[in-house]
């Protein structure tokens, strides 16, 4: 419903007077130096290190995703060109079955499957071809979400939506020939047209660096390095 220009900002535009703003590549956070490094060999110290640096989309680490489909059947909206993609999938959608799946936990924003499944119905509505479309919503979790009482509130919004739940169900591989999602214990949701939200991942460098990430490239809500104080260096909750 937006236009990829209504949406993209320019960062230096964002950032106040009176902050130094570097435009640079981060290399890897020394922890024991308190320094960042960025291209280039700049270091640059802290005393505070708040990383903002996001997380990436991973959908190579399932099977499918990005095999026969990709953009086509089978699409994201968890991106920019993933996004532009699944308009102009949805402007081909004719009828059928859509199922939003979220391949695995953490994702950003949990809410925001759910709102496209919300969003989704209120679209085809609009086409005129509701009742052409089924609609299904696949999570690994038992509920919609994990907040109970969001949970039981959300999962009655679907129902009343005529919007199908599919709980504990990850997903091993996509086939965007057949149009299935597979789980990795062998359950089976067909689809015409899947929106999933693919595995993710912290910034490259936060795996990189000693003792600041995981395999994965997220900070661990607790670290083994957890001191507060700059002498003995460490990490603290994100
Ligand atoms: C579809 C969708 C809907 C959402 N809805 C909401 C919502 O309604 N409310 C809400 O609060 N949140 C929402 N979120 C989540 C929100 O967008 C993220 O939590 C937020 O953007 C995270 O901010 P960030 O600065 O950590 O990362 P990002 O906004 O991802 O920014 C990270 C930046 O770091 C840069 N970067 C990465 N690695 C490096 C490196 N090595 N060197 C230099 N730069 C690097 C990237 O280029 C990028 O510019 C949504 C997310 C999605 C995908």
């Not at 190579?60 to 060109?81: A, I, K, Q, R």
């Not at 699944?86 to 402007?91: I, R, S």
């Not at 924003?109 to 679209?123: G, H, I, K, Q, T």
């Not at 899947?194 to 595995?199: E, S």
Request: glycine share 12%; charged share 25%.
């Amino acid at each position: 419903m937006a236009q990829p220009h209504h949406l993209v900002r320019s960062r230096p535009w964002q950032i106040p007077t009176g902050i130094d703003y570097r435009e640079a590549r981060i290399e890897g956070v020394d922890l024991g130096a308190w320094t960042v490094r960025l291209a280039g060999g700049i270091r640059l110290g802290y005393d505070v290190l708040v990383i903002a640096t996001g997380a990436v989309l991973l959908p190579e680490e399932t099977e499918g995703p990005t095999g026969p489909g990709w953009g086509e059947n089978v699409c994201t909206f968890y991106d920019l060109p993933g996004a532009v993609g699944l308009h102009h999938a949805l402007e081909r959608f004719a009828g059928g079955r859509v199922v939003i799946d979220v391949a695995d936990l953490p994702v950003k924003c949990p809410v925001a499957p759910l709102e496209f499944a919300f969003l989704a119905d209120r679209y085809f509505q609009r086409c005129g071809i509701r009742d052409r479309v089924q609609l299904a919503y696949a999570t690994p979790l038992d509920g919609v979400i994990t907040d109970p009482v969001a949970a039981k509130a959300l999962g009655s919004l679907l129902a009343r939506k005529g919007i199908e739940l599919v709980t504990e169900f990850t997903f091993g591989e996509v086939d965007g020939i057949v149009g299935r999602l597979v789980s990795y214990d062998e359950r089976e949701v067909p689809f015409d047209l899947a929106v999933v939200v693919p595995l993710h991942g912290g910034a490259e460098y936060v795996g990189r660096s000693e003792g600041l990430g995981d395999e994965l490239g997220f900070v661990p809500r607790r670290s083994a390095h957890s001191p507060a104080s700059r002498t003995s260096g460490g990490v603290r909750d994100r």
